[in-house]
C-alpha cells in the first residue's frame, strides 16, 4: 500500500477518534436540577434558554439589552463567632450592574431561598415574563444552569445562561465591579 494512502487512513482514524471523544465528554442536560459536583462540566444546552457565549454576553450587556444575574453563592459571616475571630469576606467581582442573588443556584431551594428568587425576578424584570435576562455564575459551574433552568420552569420566555460566567468575562478583558449580594426593596405583610 503506497504511503500517502496509509497517512491518509491514519488521518481518518485519528480524526474519527478525535470525534468520537468529544461527544463522548459531552455532558447531557439532565431532566432536573443539578444536585451535586456544582463545580464540573456543564452541558452545551438548556432547554427553553439561549445559550451565550462571551462574544454575546457583551453585546446584550453593552447594548443594556438584559438584566445579568449572578447567582455565585454566597457564605455571610456565622454570627456565633467567638469574640476576635477574625473574619475576611470572600471579595466578588461580578459584571456591571449585575444583581447578586446569591444562593439562589443549588439545586433544592428551601422556601425561603425560592420566594427571595421569585421576589427578586419580579422586582428586577417587572410582571415582563418576556423581559431578557441572562444568568451567569463562574466558569463550569453548574448555579447559573440550574437558576436559569427555574426561570424558565416559573415562565419567563427570554432566559439567557452565560456558562463562562465572571471568569470568562475577566478573561475577556471586561470591567467588573465589587458585588454584595442584592437586597429585596419590597416589603412582605
Same mark, same amino acid.
Given at each position: +500500500? @503506497?504511503? &500517502? *494512502?496509509?497517512?491518509? +487512513? ?5 480524526? +474519527?477518534? !478525535? ?9 447531557p442536560e @439532565? ?12 452541558? =452545551? ?12 454576553? *457583551?453585546?446584550? &450587556? ?10 455565585? /453563592?454566597?457564605? /455571610?459571616?456565622? !454570627?456565633?463567632? @467567638?469574640?476576635?475571630? *477574625?473574619?475576611? =469576606?470572600?471579595?466578588? $467581582?461580578?459584571? /456591571? #450592574?449585575?444583581?447578586?442573588? !446569591?444562593?439562589? #443556584? ?5 422556601? $425561603? ?9 419580579? =422586582?428586577?424584570?417587572? =410582571? ?14 453548574? +448555579? ?18 452565560? @456558562? /463562562? ?9 471586561q470591567p ?8 429585596? $426593596? *419590597?416589603?412582605r405583610p
Amino acid at each position: +500500500m @503506497p504511503g &500517502w *494512502i496509509k497517512n491518509g +487512513m491514519l488521518g481518518c482514524v485519528v480524526a +474519527m477518534m !478525535a470525534t468520537a471523544s468529544a461527544v463522548a465528554e459531552t455532558v447531557p442536560e @439532565p431532566e432536573g436540577y443539578r444536585m451535586e459536583s456544582y463545580r464540573s462540566d456543564v452541558p =452545551e444546552t438548556l432547554s427553553g434558554a439561549t445559550v451565550l457565549d462571551t462574544k454575546k454576553a *457583551i453585546a446584550l &450587556w453593552k447594548d443594556k439589552a438584559a438584566v445579568f444575574i449572578d447567582v455565585l /453563592p454566597h457564605d /455571610p459571616k456565622p !454570627a456565633n463567632l @467567638p469574640a476576635g475571630t *477574625i473574619w475576611k =469576606e470572600r471579595l466578588r $467581582q461580578n459584571i /456591571p #450592574g449585575s444583581a447578586w442573588l !446569591a444562593n439562589t #443556584g443549588y439545586g433544592v431551594l428551601n422556601s $425561603q431561598t425560592e420566594t427571595y428568587f421569585r421576589d427578586a425576578l419580579r =422586582e428586577l424584570l417587572g =410582571e415582563e415574563k418576556d423581559r431578557k435576562v441572562a444568568f451567569y455564575c463562574q466558569e463550569h459551574c453548574w +448555579m447559573s444552569w440550574n437558576a436559569a433552568k427555574r426561570a424558565v420552569s416559573w415562565g419567563y420566555r427570554s432566559v439567557y445562561w452565560y @456558562p /463562562p460566567g465572571s471568569d470568562g468575562w475577566i478573561a475577556a478583558g471586561q470591567p467588573t465591579e465589587n458585588a454584595t449580594p442584592y437586597k429585596l $426593596q *419590597i416589603t412582605r405583610p
